[in-house]
């Protein structure tokens, strides 16, 4: 089991480089049809993954169980990307990111409905709250790069996304996350040449600009390698709901990345819409947030 202090780092280095996603994925299709760039970042992560996995002498089973697990995992990856992609054409990097904080509402429906788990009252009334600002976004106008069409890709991706937690730790094959997340990246790659006679005639014909390369390269290493390995080494050893609790913290990062390095204007309407959506996700996980500090102020005292 890693120690406390080796979850927190994790934690935080998933926190960061996800919060610097979005503006990659967004420069990344600058220079690139979409779905090319997502299909050259497996394509590049692949044998980077494969080649990394043999430095570290880890054991890339290919069970039934472990294969079961990596498509479970690549459902998050590919299937959730495909989405997210797809809206860049009509959202901006923070709002991308200010969508996928709904991914612990999405994570808390699946439980209730998929599993049988119970939500508190406190929680429902985050998740309403949570929607409200959600139709406060919406209602912004096309013209702050907020698209409707967007806004219900993002949903299906975050939905993605949150499904394929609850199946990883369904499948629960046990497997080392280095090797989850190459397995993820594996069957992500056969899901990429699936999508090659679709997307053939939107073959690249030159090089891409240098700014549109780096922030290819930034998907391929940050967020499709070690954001990877740092996903499945949460998703093995902390719940479902506190892992997704990583993506309430990254929207507002990514807001003000965005605003700083790609200019993305933000309306009042929009920052009062991240505001109360915020404000909706602090109800949802207010019971835990306050469980945990009692926990850690007991803790301290026995100490």
């Known amino acids: 089991m890693p120690?406390?202090?080796?979850?927190?780092?994790?934690?935080?280095?998933?926190?960061?480089?996800?919060?610097?996603?979005?503006?990659?994925?967004?420069?990344?299709?600058?220079?690139?049809?979409?779905?090319?760039?997502?299909?050259?970042?497996?394509?590049?992560?692949?044998?980077?993954?494969?080649?990394?996995?043999?430095?570290?002498?880890?054991?890339?089973?290919?069970?039934?169980?472990?294969?079961?697990?990596?498509?479970?995992?690549?459902?998050?990856?590919?299937?959730?990307?495909?989405?997210?992609?797809?809206?860049?054409?009509?959202?901006?990097?923070?709002?991308?990111?200010?969508?996928?904080?709904?991914?612990?509402?999405?994570?808390?429906?699946?439980?209730?409905?998929?599993?049988?788990?119970?939500?508190?009252?406190?929680?429902?009334?985050?998740?309403?709250?949570?929607?409200?600002?959600?139709?406060?976004?919406?209602?912004?106008g096309e013209n702050q790069h907020v698209n409707p069409i967007g806004i219900g890709l993002m949903l299906i991706s975050v939905f993605t996304y949150a499904l394929s937690i609850f199946w990883v730790k369904k499948v629960n094959a046990r497997v080392e996350p280095m090797a989850q997340a190459t397995g993820s990246i594996l069957v992500s790659s056969v899901g990429a040449l699936a999508l090659l006679p679709f997307i053939w005639q939107y073959a690249p014909d030159h090089i891409p600009s240098t700014k549109s390369l780096i922030a290819l390269m930034y998907t391929v290493v940050m967020a499709s390698l070690i954001a990877m390995f740092c996903y499945f080494k949460l998703v093995q050893n902390i719940q479902a709901t506190t892992l997704s609790l990583t993506t309430v913290m990254t929207p507002m990062l990514a807001l003000l990345v965005g605003a700083a390095f790609n200019h993305e204007r933000l309306s009042i309407m929009v920052l009062l819409g991240a505001a109360i959506l915020l404000c909706g996700l602090f109800l949802y996980f207010y019971r835990d947030l306050k469980a945990s500090r009692e926990l850690a102020h007991k803790l301290k005292s026995s100490a």
């Open 3 to 140: 120690s406390k202090v080796n979850m927190i780092v994790t934690y935080a280095m998933l926190v960061l480089i996800w919060s610097t996603t979005p503006l990659a994925i967004v420069w990344s299709v600058s220079d690139l049809h979409l779905m090319w760039a997502l299909v050259l970042r497996f394509f590049f992560a692949l044998p980077l993954a494969l080649a990394l996995i043999w430095i570290l002498n880890v054991h890339l089973p290919l069970s039934r169980l472990a294969l079961h697990s990596y498509l479970a995992g690549a459902t998050g990856f590919i299937g959730s990307q495909i989405f997210t992609y797809i809206a860049t054409s009509y959202l901006s990097s923070g709002i991308i990111a200010l969508m996928f904080g709904l991914a612990p509402i999405m994570a808390g429906l699946i439980g209730r409905f998929g599993f049988q788990q119970q939500l508190n009252r406190l929680q429902w009334m985050g998740m309403l709250v949570a929607v409200a600002g959600l139709a406060v976004i919406c209602f912004s």
